[in-house]
């Protein structure tokens, strides 16, 4: 088991304060540039709870997984033993760490991806959005539009991509964030299709 937690130590290609802004902040203008435009504050209002509701409940349920399962990370064999050298206790053969505690503590939260849930659960959530808005679906044969809807997803698996590229994550991890965020963006879109007419 210890093999496949030897991967290097390092710091995150998206920081955590990226994932906010391009889950949340980069949809909130989307949405705001298309108030500003139709003026159609019932529009607005439901948008914005729809991404909060979301993403929060997102961020709600990856976080008390993470703290039910504590999985380690690829790179927990650097955050326990920052010198490489691993120490056991000679009775229990229990992992003795002499890392930093933070680090270690934060070390076992691998599975799910949290990175990739609140992308996956805001990004999706705008696509959906953006789909609506666009009709992208209405079978008109419009390329164009299509593209448009998928960027918001694409962006959110490059998120899950560099976290298994920068050992943080195990690729099941990204899986069931990216499964989580998925759910709940869906979930949010048709809580209710009288209310809430985001797809056309």
């Given amino acids: 088991m210890m093999t496949d937690l030897k991967f290097p130590f390092h710091e995150n290609t998206v920081p955590v304060l990226?994932?906010?802004?391009?889950a949340v902040l980069v949809p909130f203008i989307i949405f705001g540039v298309y108030y500003y435009l139709r003026k159609d504050i019932y529009d607005f209002h439901h948008a914005i709870l729809g991404i909060l509701?979301?993403?929060l409940l997102s961020g709600v349920i990856t976080d008390s997984i993470k703290d039910a399962v504590g999985r380690p990370r690829p790179n927990f064999f650097f955050r326990c033993f920052p010198d490489g050298k691993a120490v056991f206790d000679q009775v229990t053969?229990?992992?003795i760490c002499h890392?930093?505690?933070k680090i270690v503590k934060e070390?076992?939260?691998s599975f799910p991806s949290g990175h990739t849930s609140w992308s996956f659960a805001g990004l999706c959530f705008l696509s959906l959005y953006l789909s609506g808005k666009l009709r992208a679906f209405n079978r008109g044969g419009n390329v164009s539009k299509l593209c448009i809807v998928i960027f918001p997803?694409?962006?959110a698996v490059l998120v899950g991509i560099s976290r298994v590229d920068?050992?943080?994550h195990h690729w099941t991890d990204v899986f069931a964030g990216a499964l989580i965020g998925?759910?709940?963006s869906h979930f949010s879109v048709n809580l209710d299709l009288n209310d809430f007419p985001l797809i056309n």
């Fill in 99 to 101: 890392g930093d505690a």
């Fill in 107 to 109: 070390g076992y939260k």
């Fill in 93 to 95: 053969g229990d992992v």
């Fill in 166 to 168: 920068d050992y943080w």
């Fill in 18 to 22: 990226v994932v906010p802004v391009i």
């Fill in 153 to 155: 997803v694409l962006a």
């Fill in 182 to 184: 998925v759910s709940l």
């Fill in 53 to 55: 509701y979301s993403v």
